[in-house]
T-cell receptor, first 115, second 111 residues
Framework: DTAVSQTPKYLVTQMGNDKSIKCEQN?????MYWYKQDSKKFLKIMFS???????INETVPNRFSPKSPDKAHLNLHINSLELGDSAVYFC??????????????FGPGTRLLVL | GNSVTQMEGPVTLSEEAFLTINCTYT??????LFWYVQYPGEGLQLLLK?????DKGSNKGFEATYRKETTSFHLEKGSVQVSDSAVYFC??????????FGQGTILTVHP
């Protein structure tokens, strides 16, 4: 029933490890996003895909690589994790992105803690 | 690029008090404006939106009016409830679906 789901919900790992976060939406939307929320609640877009094509790629280290196997899924792989990567990562989706007026539907978030 | 500035929090109110959270934006063109709300431990969800100047968005007793002349989209509610305690984000959207968020305002409502 969940519209936008993410796994895992919590992720605790050591510096230097590689980890992935998965996102799936069952809304039939064409566009998916990854956001990072820091400890002060500041929210910033990282990537956006539209029908499996990368649309937005903000200034994000190369260690972060999104992958969209189909338009219902957008995964985030992070290499060589650093302490500063600790944050909450949100996936979101929208019907389209053309007008900028579409509502984005957010997943519950993945809380990543790098030790 | 676009930017959004929100009133600094946290905001603490008693139940039934009047709420205003100020939001101003800087953007090229005519962006759509949104208020999203994040309840504890959850993702964001849309509270209301307005897509053109003078539009008023409203939902659950909250209102905000798109003011192009003052580049503002202030959030108001006449009588807050304990269940309104959450983090509120003002944002503006571009034609590529990129949302730029304000820094968020933490609202706590006491009985």
């Amino acid at each position: 029933d969940t519209a936008v789901s993410q796994t895992p919900k919590y992720l605790v790992t050591q510096m230097g490890n590689d980890k992935s976060i998965k996102c799936e939406q069952n809304l039939g939307h064409d566009t998916m996003y990854w956001y990072k929320q820091d400890s002060k609640k500041f929210l910033k877009i990282m990537f956006s895909y539209n029908n499996k094509e990368l649309i937005i790629n903000e200034t994000v280290p190369n260690r972060f690589s999104p992958k969209s196997p189909d338009k219902a899924h957008l995964n985030l792989h992070i290499n060589s994790l650093e302490l500063g990567d600790s944050a909450v990562y949100f996936c979101a989706s929208s019907q389209d992105r053309a007008s900028g007026a579409e509502t984005q539907y957010f997943g519950p978030g993945t809380r990543l803690l790098v030790l | 690029g676009n930017s959004v500035t929100q009133m600094e929090g946290p905001v603490t109110l008693s139940e039934e008090a009047f709420l205003t959270i100020n939001c101003t934006y800087t953007a090229t063109g005519y962006p759509s404006l949104f208020w999203y709300v994040q309840y504890p431990g959850e993702g964001l969800q849309l509270l209301l939106k307005a897509t053109k100047a003078d539009d008023k968005g409203s939902n659950k007793g909250f209102e905000a009016t798109y003011r192009k002349e003052t580049t503002s989209f202030h959030l108001e509610k006449g009588s807050v409830q304990v269940s309104d305690s959450a983090v509120y984000f003002c944002s503006c959207g571009t034609s590529y679906g990129k949302l730029t968020f304000g820094q968020g305002t933490i609202l706590t409502v006491h009985p």
